[in-house]
């Protein structure tokens, strides 16, 4: 699991903390499956990956797809001899992972910002790391984490397969972020560190463990969480997962009503809904470009349920989502302010950074996002039309604010991984938390 806390910017410097850290091995999915000897047959998800015939079936089903996904590889030497001959493949790269230091690692490109960052960091990782952010002497380990991140091109082929999308499939045997093992080193951490912001992230990994453990963790999270001094806001960033109980527990454990902010996507999100009956968890998925309104449905019910009101103490008050061609920030009222350039600073990065280019390159960028939506669709809901010359669209629901923003989407990604931790840490950089008592 990642912590990782961070100074926001001020007259000051930001300091942010973060737990959950590992190395990105980042490679074409297809070339790794072919050195394998694995050959393209039929799709099929598997919650857990046991051999590399599962591996090769999921990889194949979200492919098809072209929807990211990430699981766990229980067998641990299997997945060290896929690793080391990932490693070595020509093209191979490694990158800083894990959400939290991801965000971190965007947060410290800022000089005015420092970091701290409790996740396993290994000998690679700590090399990899930005010199603004600081790892506790308890947080190094004489190992990396490896998550392997099989990244596939739009229109890309293997066999009869062809993908209508970029994206990437990520799997791992990482047990130190799922057993959260760097929680108490984070908490005790703290009160030296004096952070303006706390980035969670990494209970996804959590499916590896046994029901017994999730449950003891997942209330230890919440403890640590309550030991945050008032006023310091906890962003939870999620991510892929395949267990609904898990995700019911996060939801209903206190988990929710403990974070102040949340970034997600939409996998992430319909499945929330799913695992937590929410509005449209009967779509078993979503068919193309996820529907604005019925977004906003979920993003809506989750701060009306789980979020901060007159009779329910949660400080839940924030909620960054984003899909490929569209982004949404949906806060409580009286909590934020900003919302707007928070929301487009997120949208400007996933253009630059999945093209790899410092300012956006109109001729490298497509606009897919719907010139028009209907904003609700189990209440009646306004109908919005785009202004090209104002492009972020608002909208008010019962004490939530909406603000929806069109992607510029790189149309020739160089780099996919990583492109929603870079969305919420730009969003949380412009974002203004109003204190409330």
Not at 85 to 101: D, F, M, R, T, W
Not at 159 to 165: D, E, I, N
Not at 167 to 189: Q, T, W
């Amino acid at each position: 699991m990642d912590w990782s806390s961070e100074h926001l910017p001020s007259d000051e410097s930001l300091q942010d903390c973060r737990v959950n850290a590992c190395v990105d091995v980042v490679l074409s999915g297809v070339k790794l499956l072919e050195a394998l000897g694995l050959s393209p047959g039929n799709g099929k998800d598997h919650t857990i990956l046991h051999s590399r015939n599962d591996l090769e079936e999921a990889f194949i089903h979200f492919m098809g797809k072209g929807v990211a996904a990430e699981r766990f590889f229980s067998d641990k030497e299997a997945f060290h001899d896929i690793a080391q001959i990932a490693s070595e493949l020509p093209g191979a790269q490694h990158y800083v992972g894990g959400n939290a230091a991801l965000i971190g690692q965007k947060f410290a490109a800022n000089s005015d910002l420092k970091v701290l960052l409790c996740g396993p960091v290994g000998p690679k990782l700590h090399e990899l790391l930005d010199d603004n952010v600081f790892v506790p002497p308890e947080s190094l380990q004489e190992v990396d984490e490896f998550h392997l991140i099989l990244e596939y091109q739009a229109g890309e082929e293997w066999g009869r397969l062809k993908a209508p999308h970029a994206n990437r499939f990520i799997f791992s045997h990482d047990l130190s972020n799922g057993a959260m093992n760097m929680l108490e080193v984070f908490v005790s951490s703290l009160e030296e560190f004096q952070p303006d912001l706390v980035v969670l992230s990494g209970l996804h990994m959590m499916e590896g463990q046994s029901k017994e453990l999730q449950r003891k963790r997942l209330l230890e999270v919440v403890t640590s969480i309550s030991d945050i001094p008032t006023g310091i806001p906890v962003h939870l960033e999620l991510a892929s997962m395949t267990n609904r109980e898990l995700m019911r527990s996060i939801v209903h454990q206190q988990v929710f009503p403990a974070v102040t902010s949340l970034g997600l996507n939409e996998q992430e999100l319909l499945f929330l809904s799913q695992a937590a009956s929410g509005p449209h968890s009967s779509l078993s998925s979503w068919n193309g470009v996820p529907d604005v309104g019925m977004v906003s449905d979920i993003l809506f019910w989750i701060l009306k349920e789980h979020g901060r009101s007159k009779s329910r103490a949660s400080d839940l008050t924030r909620i960054h989502f984003h899909t490929l061609v569209y982004h949404i920030l949906a806060t409580v009222d009286g909590h934020w302010a900003n919302q707007l350039a928070a929301v487009a600073a997120g949208a400007r990065v996933a253009g630059t950074q999945a093209c790899a280019t410092e300012t956006i390159d109109a001729s490298r960028v497509s606009l897919r996002a719907p010139r028009e939506f209907m904003t609700s669709h189990s209440e009646a809901g306004s109908r919005i039309v785009i202004d090209p010359s104002r492009p972020v669209a608002e909208w008010h629901r019962e004490g939530v604010s909406f603000h929806f923003t069109p992607v510029l989407v790189c149309k020739d990604p160089v780099r996919t991984v990583g492109l929603g931790d870079a969305i919420s840490a730009e969003g949380l950089f412009y974002s203004e938390a109003r204190p409330h008592y």
